[in-house]
């Protein structure tokens, strides 16, 4: 034998605009993931690698003046191919379940509808980036813009280039992503509202229906 496994593993990604709580959400996830006994990869994006991490710090918070949209889009490309091949590929081909906060949606719904580029000439690009490789589940986390702008200011930080965005780009990036829901393989909209605890358990059903020979069908 030599020790490749039979399946390769399974590709979960969460996505969702700022302040539905997706950070929280992937956190309980793994936590359920590692719970259940099944070996675990996490990634985030952009970052994840060390050149994928330096090109977040630029991205999010390391330029003065201003980034092209063009700019930002293919450096978050970039970062997409480096975890690709780095981190995500390798765990998945190794068996491993792999989990990442943010994945390709996040592209189509920030730089396709967000910043206007259009979602034709962010597929291109990004299938070069990805080298073709979709989630097995995305799940996108949904709240309504003026909720998820309370929930960001109830947050002590200081707000990076996305999070100082207007209502108007939010509002973008939000119809982005509900159309993307509609229209993509195996993405489901998850309604974010609630507890924590009420949309983990709504995270965990579309687990168990998108994954039955893992959960079987009432779950572990
Ligand atoms: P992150 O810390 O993941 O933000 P959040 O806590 O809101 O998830 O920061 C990533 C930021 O990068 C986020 O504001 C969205 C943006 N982004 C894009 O615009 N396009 C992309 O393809 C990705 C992956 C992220």
Redesign the pocket.
């Known amino acids: 034998m030599s020790g490749i496994p039979e399946t390769r593993g399974r590709f979960i990604v969460i996505e ?4 539905v709580g ?2 929280t959400q992937v956190r309980r996830l793994a936590a359920f993931l590692e719970g259940a006994g099944l070996p675990l990869v996490m990634a ?3 970052g994840g690698t060390a050149v994928g991490e330096g090109i ?1 710090q630029l ?2 918070h390391g330029s003065e003046g201003p980034v092209a949209r063009e700019t ?1 889009l293919l450096l ?1 490309l970039a970062a ?1 191919a480096s975890v690709v091949r780095e981190v995500v590929e390798p765990a998945l081909a190794a068996g491993k379940w792999v989990l990442s ?4 949606l ?2 189509f ?3 396709g509808y ?1 910043r206007g580029i259009g979602v034709d000439l962010v597929a291109r690009l990004n299938e070069y980036a990805t080298g073709g490789l979709a989630a097995d589940l995305y799940l996108v986390l949904d709240l309504a813009v003026e909720e998820g702008m309370a929930r960001q200011a109830r947050e002590a930080r200081s707000p ?1 280039r ?2 100082a965005e207007d209502s108007t780009f939010r509002r973008a990036v939000r119809e982005g992503y509900l159309e993307l829901a509609r229209s993509v393989d195996r993405a489901v909209l998850v309604s974010a509202d609630g507890s924590p605890g009420e949309v983990e358990e709504r995270i965990r059903s579309e687990m168990f229906a998108r994954f039955p020979e893992t959960f079987g069908e009432g779950g572990v």
């Not at 969702?16 to 302040?19: F, Q, V």
């Not at 906060?101 to 390709?104: E, G, V």
Request: hydrophobic fraction near 25%; aromatic fraction near 10%.
């Open positions: 969702g605009a700022e302040g997706k950070t985030r994006e952009p977040r991205l999010l930002e978050i997409r906060d943010r994945f390709d996040s592209s719904a920030y730089q967000g990076d996305f999070e």
